[in-house]
């Protein structure tokens, strides 16, 4: 029987104790116990796993040890077998640059393995005959072959036998009314429906930010993606943000996990867009450093809130992503954090992704596609909401209906979405038509969203008309109309978000008016550096609302 030699699973488990993000990149690796043969290996590879989708980034050899200690079987193997001397050899021996090759080697032998053990020779692969003539030839030219050249092999013979007995079949047949009554139950229960989006009108829609889905929303530059992008991430992320028109702190329900990845900005250019949104200030007073002490309580509120869900909204910053990066990122954070909604800022024409797909000779719009599809894979793969947006080309600045058209350098990406969308500033002339609509309300549409596709979805060829706040990443939606500006009048807004407001009560009521609950109390005497006697002293004081909630030095922009 084939055997799988010492020095190849050093260097897959020593590759993995360096490298153990390698472990998200299934496009190229797919490990399992199954493919160590010892039982010692099997544990080892187990507390690589485990350790790794607790945290850890890189894993040394007392860690695997510590990690197994106190499994009685797994010490017992550690003690037997001289566990804790392999465990070094494999964290300084293996070269983790050559991990693609061994991996390589560990998958052909164990298949080797299980085409013997089905009784099937494998010596046209590998030869175990030292006295075999052609030894040397066999295996040197195993040593060039992968894992599906193999398996072409074995398909070949397959068919040879398939094409002469078989007739073939390639298609799936079935009834419409198959599982309708289970079909019927499970929508009942759990909707066709995602997380809440800013805008009631965007949000009925595309229904919501849907897991599995992968949304677009193009614009040109300046018009405020990226800032429109962070609301809806701040939005997800934390269940209460200040309404300046009540003047009060408010619930809006959600309290996701969300990776905000960044292509361009820095992430103090985000933490201050969502400081705008939560506190409702303007970004101009923390950019320029006009916040006072009347600004202060409302600031420090914000701040609590941020610490308090500071697992709910991670940042990752990729200057020159790839498919590859993106992937591995989006992977590790769904596996070791539970992120399920991910926001991707900007889908460009980098380096890295252009030297990626260098070898294949395509052209750049195909990159790019190939690039979405990596988004939209994602999405299905890790069964998570998917956001990102493009620049906008073709923009004359007269207005009109938007579509797949106009997204720059690549109109093929359009094709991969489930959702697609382009925003831009409405002229002048635009705002004149709609004055009918427009008087019925306080505020004239700075923004409007073109849709022209909603995959699975009623309302596209629409455009939804919005007051957007960018100062406060902030949106509120106005009307609806068609292509040719008529009001959608039998359009109905639907709320289909189901959240507990009750189990933020307490927090409301801490923050507008300084009644601390028992629950409140405990938590803030485990993490305020104030004695419990200061907060109960110090809480209406320091987070009383109900004076000028005007915005100061620069004043508010809109009022929502």
């Known amino acids: 029987m084939i055997q799988l030699d010492r020095h190849t699973v050093i260097q897959v488990l020593g590759g993995l104790m360096n490298r153990p993000e390698l472990l998200n990149d299934t496009d190229k690796y797919r490990l399992e116990v199954s493919d160590f043969a010892t039982t010692l290996d099997k544990f080892i590879f187990s507390a690589i796993y485990n350790l790794y989708n607790g945290g850890a ?27 804790e001397v392999f465990l070094q050899d494999c964290e300084t021996e293996a070269e983790p640059q050559n991990f693609y090759y061994y991996y390589n080697r560990l998958k052909k032998i164990n298949f080797l393995k299980d085409i013997q053990a089905s009784g099937h020779s494998i010596e046209q692969f590998y030869c175990e005959d030292i006295f075999n003539p052609h030894y040397s030839e066999i295996n040197e030219r195993f040593e060039k072959l992968t894992t599906k050249d193999i398996l072409d092999q074995l398909k070949g013979e397959v068919n040879n036998y398939e094409n002469k007995f078989v007739l073939n079949s390639v298609a799936e047949e079935s009834k419409a009314s198959d599982d309708i009554d289970q079909l019927i139950k499970d929508l009942k229960e759990k909707p066709e429906v995602g997380c809440q989006l800013q805008g009631h009108i965007f949000n009925t829609i595309c229904r919501g930010g849907r897991k599995g889905k992968l949304y677009l929303r193009s614009a040109s530059s300046g018009t405020g993606k990226t800032r429109t992008m962070v609301g809806d991430a701040a939005n997800l992320a934390y269940p209460i943000r200040f309404d300046t028109t009540k003047g009060r702190w408010i619930c809006t329900g959600s309290a996701e996990k969300v990776l905000y990845v960044m292509t361009e900005q820095d992430p103090e250019e985000i933490k201050t867009m969502i400081l705008a949104y939560l506190t409702g200030y303007n970004e101009e007073i923390f950019l320029y450093g006009t916040y006072g002490e009347e600004e202060m309580p409302r600031i420090e509120i914000a701040i609590e809130i941020m610490r308090k869900y500071e697992d709910n909204l991670l940042f990752a910053r990729i200057p020159d992503p790839s498919a590859s990066v993106v992937k591995n990122l989006f992977r590790r954070y769904h596996i070791q954090y539970g992120v399920e909604n991910f926001f991707y800022d900007y889908i460009f024409s980098s380096p890295a992704m252009l030297n990626e797909y260098r070898d294949l000779g395509l052209q750049e719009y195909v990159c790019l596609r190939l690039f979405t599809t990596a988004l939209k894979n994602l999405a299905i793969e890790l069964d998570s909401f998917v956001l990102t947006s493009t620049q906008v080309s073709n923009d004359d600045g007269n207005g009109g209906f938007k579509d797949y058209h106009n997204i720059q350098s690549s109109k ?149």
């Not at 980034?57 to 566990?83: C, F, M, P, S, W």
């Not at 635009?430 to 700075?446: A, D, G, R």
């Not at 990443?473 to 807004?493: P, S, V």
């Open 57 to 83: 980034e890189k894993i040394r050899a007392v860690d695997i040890v510590n990690y197994l200690k106190d499994n009685q079987t797994a010490a017992v193997y550690l003690e037997k077998e001289n566990g």
């Open 412 to 560: 093929s990406i359009a094709n991969l979405v489930d959702f697609g969308c382009i925003m831009s500033k409405p002229t002048q002339e635009e705002i004149n038509e709609l004055s009918e609509f427009t008087k019925n309300f306080s505020e004239t549409p700075n923004m409007v969203t073109d849709v022209y596709k909603n995959r699975r979805g009623r309302w596209t060829d629409v455009r939804i008309w919005s007051k957007v706040d960018l100062g406060r990443c902030l949106r509120k939606d106005l009307f609806m109309t068609d292509l040719g500006k008529h009001l959608m009048d039998q359009f109905a807004a639907v709320n289909f978000e189901n959240t507990d407001y009750s189990k933020y009560q307490d927090l409301l009521d801490y923050y507008n008016d300084g009644i601390v609950s028992d629950e409140i109390y405990e938590e803030l005497t485990q993490i305020s550096d104030l004695q419990p006697e200061d907060l109960l002293d110090n809480a209406g004081e320091a987070f009383e609302l109900d004076k000028d909630i005007t915005d100061k030095s620069f004043g508010k922009l809109i009022g929502f």
